[in-house]
């Protein structure tokens, strides 16, 4: 909205012509979603207490987690504001990428927001059911799949890291793809969501590697000296995921350990919906499983978890997703979430690394 009604006046006033450029509207949609985050969260935060929108802690996990029980939930609305608002202010509106990512952000914040409503209503730690959740992701997803290949102008051809030649064609194969790797994302951001601030660091990262990705995916020169997919407009997307990075770091604030309030799945699935995105659109889809390493290791640790029981009648773990084994190993919570988010920085590193190496 802003580039639209202030980047026209740079014919007039010099000064204006710097709305052209993605990284400074990037810069600014960061800022944007931090005063919004810092501004509406107390309020959000007082409004949940009062209305007693508090967590419901499952029976079955660790004890430790009992205290914190009616911590007020559902704080990834305030994660949704801060992302959408700024990325309407500072993004040039005319681009496709950033209404299919806004879908699929918004869409998935919007079940995660039924899943949480239903838990609170019913004051159990169940929400909707799992075949209700992977339906509604699924449908959401497969919008955004079907927009996507039926724009002309993009590949639908997957993209290996390390290796420049490897880019086989899927053709009809590239909608489940799609919607895949986007509800795959988000039920693993969902996953990783259960100790405070261990979800929105890793996402924070993320965030920010495919910032750079959307931004050289975008630069038709960059692209072709870096030897990775050209994707025209897809730059606009690093604005979308600096206002990520504002409204994680914003949340942070409220969210680290003690958390003041929790995100709730409205924000787990809304983030992992939106990496996801962005990882399609940016052609860097298997990347994701560097950048989110501890994503795939959170959504791992269950299913090894499920299979070895039932086929083997034995755990691996303590208990699952992987953090709380650590935590019954009797690691301090903050402990955890440190070193996972030092492994993330780690893994951005590795994706990166990526650039260079094909």
């Known amino acids: 909205m802003l580039y639209h009604l202030l980047y026209p006046l740079h014919s007039e006033f010099s000064g204006f012509y710097v709305f052209r450029y993605i990284t400074f509207r990037a810069i600014y949609a960061t800022i944007t979603a931090l005063i919004i985050s810092f501004i509406i969260g107390p309020w959000l935060i007082n409004k949940l207490s009062n209305l007693q929108i508090g967590e419901c802690i499952r029976e079955f996990g660790p004890e430790s987690h009992f205290k914190k029980a009616g911590t007020p939930t559902m704080g990834g609305t305030l994660i949704l504001l801060a992302v959408v608002i700024p990325t309407l202010l500072w993004v040039d509106l005319r681009n496709v990428y950033i209404w299919i990512t806004l879908l699929t952000t918004v869409g998935f914040g919007a079940v995660g927001f039924a899943d949480d409503w239903r838990k609170i209503k019913?004051?159990?730690?169940?929400?909707?059911?799992?075949?209700?959740?992977?339906?509604?992701?699924?449908?959401?997803?497969?919008?955004?799949?079907?927009?996507?290949?039926?724009?002309?102008?993009?590949?639908?051809?997957?993209?290996?890291?390390?290796?420049?030649?490897?880019?086989p064609e899927l053709g009809l194969f590239f909608i489940p793809f799609v919607v895949f790797v986007i509800?795959?994302?988000?039920?693993?951001?969902?996953?990783?969501?259960?100790?405070?601030?261990?979800?929105?660091?890793?996402?924070?990262?993320?965030?920010?590697t495919y910032l750079l990705f959307a931004y050289l995916a975008g630069n038709a020169r960059?692209?072709?000296?870096?030897?990775?997919?050209?994707?025209?407009?897809?730059?606009?997307?690093?604005?979308?995921?600096?206002?990520?990075?504002?409204?994680?770091?914003?949340?942070?604030?409220?969210?680290?350990?003690?958390?003041?309030?929790?995100?709730?799945?409205?924000?787990?699935?809304?983030?992992?919906?939106a990496l996801g995105t962005v990882a399609v659109i940016t052609k860097h889809e298997l990347v994701l499983v560097i950048v989110g390493g501890i994503f795939v290791l959170e959504t791992l640790s269950v299913i090894f978890q499920v299979a070895s029981?039932?086929?083997?009648g034995k755990r691996i773990f303590r208990m699952a997703p992987i953090h709380h084994h650590f935590e019954l190993k009797g690691w301090p919570e903050p402990k955890?979430?440190?070193?996972?988010?030092?492994?993330?920085?780690?893994l951005a590193l590795v994706a990166l690394s990526t650039l260079k190496l094909r």
């Open 122 to 167: 019913n004051k159990t730690s169940d929400g909707l059911s799992a075949r209700a959740k992977m339906l509604w992701l699924s449908g959401i997803s497969l919008i955004a799949a079907l927009i996507l290949y039926n724009y002309t102008s993009f590949e639908t051809t997957l993209v290996f890291p390390f290796f420049k030649n490897l880019r």
């Open 183 to 208: 509800v795959g994302a988000g039920n693993a951001v969902n996953l990783t969501d259960g100790l405070d601030g261990l979800a929105i660091g890793p996402s924070i990262i993320a965030a920010g």
């Open 222 to 273: 960059l692209a072709e000296y870096l030897q990775i997919s050209s994707v025209q407009g897809a730059g606009e997307l690093a604005i979308f995921c600096g206002a990520m990075i504002g409204a994680g770091l914003g949340f942070l604030w409220f969210n680290t350990y003690p958390a003041q309030v929790f995100m709730g799945d409205v924000g787990s699935l809304a983030l992992g919906g």
């Open 309 to 312: 029981y039932r086929l083997l």
């Open 336 to 346: 955890i979430i440190v070193r996972f988010w030092i492994i993330s920085i780690i």
